[in-house]
């Protein structure tokens, strides 16, 4: 057990009040672990309170049940009074939104658990694994060290949070540590089918219009082995689809097989949000390194205030410039 893990223990063990919570824009895999981290608190005793910078995604309410979930304007007090702030799945500044400022300030109270390469300094303690598979695999490794209790709804939230991360365990990301823990949770009771059907088969058809919008959009470069898509405000008006709508919608482009690497630039309010997915040729971590963003090689993004088609002029570049070529 490594030394931070020890102090993280050490000090969730003494707390009787956790605030728990996931970065801005969340997916499967944050949500599901702050769930199932909140839930085993409960059961062990602890009070513990849920908070996500943005509105929890139709996707995933389910998960949520029964639960009261803050939002960013009641960070400040609730980490105030709880006696330890759990982040779980970034420990990033620019994944925190409009909590940065007050994050900051109450770092003595924080603890981070991540699997992300890119870090900065977020909290007092940090257990940042890169070797895992999703956040959801440290949660459920550090709920079983503490000893706390996992019943199967806890145990759902952890799978959502696994399978997420590791696109439903066929991700290159998928190792032999986290199929043991969800053949675990599969023994207790767990459905993946059932999880399947809500997480992806229960689509509005806007996303599906919007989903045809990207794909009408869809470029070629680098010898076929870049595609590069574009959303802009009016396919969100037009087809009445969400941006939280947008999850995963980039992986659509790998299903043709010469595209190595896949771009999606989304415009919203704010300026571009970008998501950046590849196979094995390029890490595209280094290139959202490159305007501010991060994430994983295989999985990454960044958002960014400028205009969506020099934005995307310049993303291109930058993928060229790793020598991608097609075969």
Not at 12 to 23: D, E, G, P, V
Not at 139 to 150: C, F, H, R, S
């Amino acid at each position: 057990m490594s030394q931070v893990l020890s102090r993280i223990m050490e000090r969730l063990s003494k707390a009787s009040r956790l605030l728990i919570l996931t970065h801005a824009r969340p997916d499967g895999d944050g949500l599901g672990s702050i769930v199932a981290l909140a839930r085993a608190a409960r059961a062990a005793g602890r009070k513990a309170d849920l908070l996500v910078p943005d509105a929890v995604p139709r996707r995933y309410a389910f998960l949520f049940a029964g639960e009261a979930v803050a939002g960013a304007e009641k960070f400040a007090p609730l980490a105030d009074a709880a006696d330890a702030t759990v982040i779980l799945d970034t420990c990033a500044f620019s994944q925190l939104g409009a909590l940065e400022e007050a994050v900051r300030a109450r770092k003595d109270k924080i603890i981070v658990v991540d699997h992300h390469a890119t870090s900065d300094s977020v909290g007092a303690l940090q257990w940042i694994d890169t070797s895992a598979a999703a956040a959801g695999v440290l949660t459920a490794d550090l709920i079983e060290a503490l000893g706390w209790p996992v019943d199967l709804t806890t145990a759902e939230a952890l799978t959502v949070a696994v399978a997420s991360d590791t696109g439903w365990l066929r991700f290159a990301n998928t190792d032999g540590r986290c199929l043991r823990a969800v053949a675990a949770w599969l023994e207790m009771g767990v459905r993946p089918d059932a999880l399947y059907m809500r997480l992806f088969q229960s689509d509005r058809p806007e996303r599906i219009r919007l989903m045809v919008r990207m794909l009408e959009s869809l470029e070629l470069h680098c010898g076929g082995a870049l595609a590069v898509m574009v959303l802009r405000r009016g396919d969100f008006q037009q087809t009445g689809a969400l941006s939280e709508e947008t999850e995963n919608l980039v992986n659509e482009a790998l299903r043709i097989g010469c595209v190595e690497t896949a771009v999606l630039l989304v415009e919203n309010g704010d300026g571009v949000r970008a998501s950046l997915r590849s196979r094995d040729r390029v890490n595209v971590a280094e290139v959202a390194k490159q305007f501010g963003g991060g994430g994983h090689a295989r999985a990454a993004g960044f958002r960014a205030k400028e205009d969506i088609d020099a934005l995307g002029r310049k993303v291109i570049d930058a993928i060229a410039s790793t020598g991608l070529r097609g075969k």
